[in-house]
């Protein structure tokens, strides 16, 4: 009877670390994916894209190149969507907008400006 109970306290040990071990592997994996350059890029484009969804004509925002999410090397638009590129890390796809304005990026000195027209 007491080998039984420690066989099965035993097995219920090893169960907890194997599982505590997955989900360690899991949290560091993830973690990693959270805090990438391409993921905060992304975070950027659709900050950006929404601003613009909202704006009305004549309305204009800077993006600061010191960022939280990087240092922005560059913003532009082409096919209705808006590019950014985020410490050194060139844009693919973009985010897609919606406006029904023109909208243009300039470059400044300490910023990029976006209006739209």
């Given at each position: 009877m007491?080998?039984?109970?420690a066989a099965v306290v035993n097995e219920f040990v090893i169960h907890t670390?194997?599982?505590a071990l997955i989900l360690?592997?899991?949290l560091f994996a993830t973690a990693e994916r959270v805090n990438g350059r391409d993921v905060r890029q992304q975070v950027l484009e659709k900050q950006l894209a929404l601003l613009i969804d909202s704006a009305e004509t004549g309305m204009s925002f800077g993006v600061s190149?010191?960022?939280i999410n990087g240092i922005i090397d560059d913003v532009y638009v082409?096919?209705?969507r808006i590019f950014v590129k985020v410490d050194g890390l060139r844009s693919?796809?973009?985010y897609p907008y919606f406006s029904k304005y023109s909208v243009e990026v300039e470059e400044t000195k300490g910023k990029f400006v976006v209006k739209v027209k």
């Open positions: 007491m080998c039984k109970r670390i194997l599982i360690a592997v899991f190149k010191t960022n082409r096919d209705n693919i796809g973009g």
